[in-house]
């Protein structure tokens, strides 16, 4: 989690620790790359056990949360997803992670069950009401004093909706509502998805899981900004950091940290494989 000239350690960021080795595992089914990556998997998972105040939650920290997502305002480098909200839900996939591959390699993983039981609850506990998420939260400084980065906290929001369903952190009887509800609010946006570094992995997936297939093709052809096809139109060849790294007048979101060759919103391509090519 620490690693020196490094001044943050942030949810979504850090799993890495777990999704990397499980989806290397799920694309070669190499076991003993698992089991090399297995140790480290723990770790992480044990580290937000023991990263805040709340055992089952993630409270708190400098995460860098939904990273530009324009759901908190065009030119807002932190979404408007709660910080809180998006680390606890990692900290459920993670463990959740654990758990798989701990049954894939045969070992005991019962302790890491428990937890993982313990996370969702604590997550539904604390995030939803009524089987959706809660419309905003207070922030939560962590165990150094510091306030979070996120100034807006909001609960709902696409990308709250997405984790929820991509991570099954509510109960099958809650997910048609929260499947239509993040149906609802892309079409009232425009047909736009409003996700962000976090958010935009698992969109199209929440989509297409849940009845919305056409809706997920429908995001994925948009050429309004923001959208995939909106740099593509604007003589792109390579995926750009921000979905508005170059504005309709030519002129530039920053000029300070404006990458034109980014991985993350080519995250999609997991989705166009996946799914629309079925491969």
Request: include cysteine.
């Amino acid at each position: 989690p620490w690693v020196p000239g490094c001044s943050r350690i942030s949810a979504a960021w850090g799993d890495a620790a777990c999704i990397v080795p499980y989806e290397m595992y799920l694309a070669y089914g190499n076991r003993r790359e698992l089991a090399r990556n297995f140790p480290m998997m723990k770790k992480w998972v044990d580290y937000i056990h023991n990263a805040g105040p709340e055992e089952f939650l993630w409270l708190g920290g400098l995460h860098y949360g939904d990273w530009l997502a324009m759901d908190a305002g065009a030119d807002s480098y932190v979404g408007a997803t709660s910080n809180d909200l998006i680390a606890s839900a990692f900290f459920a996939h993670s463990t959740d992670l654990v758990v798989r591959a701990g049954k894939a390699l045969g070992e005991d993983v019962s302790e890491y069950e428990e937890l993982y039981g313990n996370v969702v609850r604590a997550f539904r506990g604390y995030f939803m009401e009524n089987g959706m998420p809660k419309e905003a939260f207070p922030y939560t400084e962590d165990a150094k004093g510091h306030a979070p980065v996120d100034t807006t906290r909001r609960g709902m929001t696409q990308t709250a909706l997405v984790l929820i369903l991509h991570f099954g952190l509510c109960t099958e009887a809650e997910r048609p509502l929260l499947a239509a509800k993040l149906a609802r609010m892309i079409r009232e946006n425009g047909t736009l998805l409003s996700t962000g570094f976090v958010g935009t992995p698992y969109l199209l997936h929440a989509l297409s899981d849940n009845g919305y297939t056409e809706l997920a093709f429908d995001l994925l052809f948009q050429e309004q900004n923001p959208s995939w096809l909106y740099s593509v139109c604007h003589g792109a060849t390579t995926m750009w950091e921000h979905w508005n790294s170059q504005k309709e007048d030519g002129s530039f979101w920053s000029t300070a940290m404006n990458s034109f060759n980014h991985y993350a919103y080519g995250a999609v391509f997991d989705w166009i494989f996946g799914v629309a090519a079925g491969i």
